[in-house]
Each structure stands twice: as structure tokens, then as C-alpha cells.
């Protein structure tokens, strides 16, 4: 077992801490709470993934300790195994009903701890796999639109912590629809994955994202850099994707372009404003019309029109 999985003991008697660390201190990493306000503070601070937990304890039970647990949504998906010596069936009822996965009688066995412990990590592990498959687009690999919710609002409230800016890029492939209909649909399976490899490529630092948004639409993500930093690097993909052969069945290279829309925001309230996405779609909207093949960059919300910029074969230039 992973020591990458913390668990939490929560027992007011010193002896039975250093048990259970004797015991679990090969198979995870361990923290340790002696009372129900610690444990609680612990269970948000280090986010563990399980807590084995006393049931009586002074001050706070154990019973009040889950109640709490389950009321936080940062705490409310981590699995409790109560560990008591209580152990009538309406006692393991009560524990269960209250939402704990398990329950383990004290005296405890050490084996039986030990591998009821390990059993749940296991669960916990397959649980993290299936949701990092579920962020993950099926066709190409990279992360998908629901990632790309949850990592949209994390990079917001960093860029609003740091006062820094956010940019995001709306890219679409140009006549998309050609390609499957010329040379069918798993060709155009393979030129969404080629421009999904490449666009992954193209964002190396850390931070930077890249998410298939659906169809033939691909959503990035820069934290931490201005309108002019990511129009110049919503330009270099579009000059990259535009020179980027695709191999075809019959042999004949296939050239793509996209079309790229873009915003920058320095986010000053918590919650994800729409109006930085809605910006960006709006420029991708206006680089289509302008003839497809270019980058469109959405005005700063305080200039308004006329600061438009756009890049691409025979662009005119832009005023800044
Ligand atoms: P535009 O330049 O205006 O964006 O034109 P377009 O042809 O790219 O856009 P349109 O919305 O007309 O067509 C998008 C096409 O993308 C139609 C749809 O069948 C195709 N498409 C969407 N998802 C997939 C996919 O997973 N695989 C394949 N092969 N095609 C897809
Ligand atoms: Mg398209």
C-alpha cells in the first residue's frame, strides 16, 4: 500500500494513538488528533483519506465528530471507520446510519485493522482513478470540459489571491466538417488527436492548460499571463498548427487550421465570472467571420471596442 494516503486517528487515550501508529505506520501517512475540535481541524487542514475515529471521547463524541464531518463539503466525501469499544449492534448502527463505512471493535485485533485499513485505501485508490478518468476526454486523452470547470475556478481564485491576470483561449478547427466528409470520420478522429497533442505540446509551463471542450473545440487556459503574452502564444499555436502535416490514409498530408478567440481578466470576486469565457467565444465568433485561420483577442473590459486585436494571413494591423 501507497504511503501517499493519509489517514487521520482521532482517540483520546495516548496508548491507543501509539498503537494504531505501530500499526499503520508502514501503510500511510499518519495524523494524529486527541479530542473532536482537533480532528476537525486536521480533516480540513490535511484533507486525509480516511479518519479512523473514537466514539467516546470527552468534550466532543465521536457521534458529534462525523455529524460535523458530513456537514463540510471539504470533508464529507472522506470515509470514517469508527473504532470503540462500544461495539452493541445498536451502537455499529448508529455509526453506519451516520454515514461511517466501517467499524472496528476495540480491543481491536491488529491484523483485522490493519487489513480493514488497507481494504479502504484500496477503495479510496480506485475512486481517485475513476475520477481522474471521468476528467479525461475519451477520444484524445487530454483533460475534458468538466476539468476544465474545476481547474478554471482553482486558477481563478489563484490569479484573484496573487492579483494576476487570467487569459483563455477558445481555439475551433477551421471547416472541421470537410475533413470528415472528404475522408471520413476516424480521419477526423486521428486530426483531433494530432491538434490535441499539439496543443499540449504548446502548453509546457506549470499552470497552463489545455482541454478538449467538446467537437472540434479546445479550451486553454494561461494563469498568470496578460493579453499580450497570450496573444503572442495564441498566434505561435496557430502558425504551428497551420505548417503541421497530418498523415491521411491515402497518403496525402492534410493541412488544419484553427481559428482562436481569446480574453484577460484580473479576477477581483471569488466566483468564476462567465463574462471571461463569454468574452473569449466572442472574439473566437469574430475570427471565424474575419476569415478563419487567425486570433481574435477580446477588448480589456475597461476600453471597449476599437482595442480589438487580430492576427493571421493578410490581418490588418490592429490598433493597440
Ligand atoms: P467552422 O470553420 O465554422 O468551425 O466550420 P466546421 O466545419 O469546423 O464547424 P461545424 O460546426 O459546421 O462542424 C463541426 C464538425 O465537427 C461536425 C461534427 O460532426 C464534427 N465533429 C464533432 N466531434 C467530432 C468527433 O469526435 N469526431 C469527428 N470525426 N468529428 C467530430
Ligand atoms: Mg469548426
Known amino acids: 500500500m501507497s504511503t501517499d494516503f493519509t489517514v487521520l486517528v482521532v482517540d483520546d487515550e495516548k496508548h491507543n494513538r501509539q498503537l494504531l501508529t505501530e500499526l499503520l505506520q508502514h501503510e500511510c501517512r499518519l495524523v494524529l488528533a486527541k479530542n473532536g475540535e482537533q480532528a476537525l481541524a486536521r480533516a480540513s487542514e490535511q484533507q486525509p483519506d480516511l479518519i479512523l475515529l473514537d466514539v467516546v471521547m470527552p468534550d466532543m463524541s465521536g457521534h458529534a465528530v462525523i455529524r460535523q464531518l458530513k456537514e463540510d463539503d471539504g470533508t464529507r466525501d472522506i470515509p470514517v471507520i469508527f473504532i470503540t469499544a462500544l461495539d452493541s449492534f445498536d451502537d455499529q448502527e448508529t455509526g453506519l446510519e451516520l454515514g461511517a463505512v466501517d467499524y472496528i471493535a476495540k480491543p481491536f485485533h491488529p491484523p483485522i485493522v490493519r487489513a480493514r485499513v488497507r481494504n479502504h485505501l484500496r477503495l479510496v485508490e480506485q475512486r481517485r ?19 476544465f470547470v474545476e481547474t478554471l475556478a482553482q486558477e481563478w481564485r489563484r490569479c484573484l ?59 486553454l487556459l494561461l494563469p498568470g499571463v496578460d493579453a499580450d503574452g497570450a496573444f503572442a502564444f495564441a498566434d505561435c499555436v496557430r502558425q504551428h498548427i497551420a505548417t503541421m502535416p497530418l498523415q491521411t490514409a491515402n497518403g496525402k498530408p492534410l493541412q488544419l487550421t484553427l481559428s482562436l478567440g481569446g480574453a484577460s481578466h484580473v479576477p477581483t470576486v471569488p466566483d468564476v465570472s462567465d463574462a471571461l469565457f463569454l468574452a473569449a467565444d466572442r472574439a473566437l465568433y469574430d475570427a471565424k467571420h474575419a476569415g478563419r485561420n487567425r486570433v481574435v483577442w477580446a477588448p480589456p473590459r475597461a476600453d471597449g471596442p476599437g482595442t480589438r486585436r487580430l492576427a493571421g494571413p493578410g490581418a490588418p494591423a490592429m490598433p493597440r
Open 129 to 147: 482513478l475513476l475520477e481522474q478518468l471521468a476528467m479525461l476526454d475519451n477520444l484524445t486523452g487530454i483533460p475534458n470540459r468538466r476539468r
Open 161 to 219: 489571491r496573487h492579483a494576476l491576470p487570467l487569459s483563455l483561449i477558445v481555439a475551433d478547427i477551421d471547416h472541421f466538417k470537410r475533413i470528415n466528409d472528404t475522408y471520413g470520420h476516424a480521419q477526423g478522429d486521428d486530426a483531433l488527436r494530432s491538434v490535441a497533442q499539439a496543443l499540449k505540446w504548446a502548453v509546457h509551463r506549470p499552470g497552463d492548460f489545455v482541454c478538449r471542450y467538446g467537437g472540434e473545440e479546445f479550451v
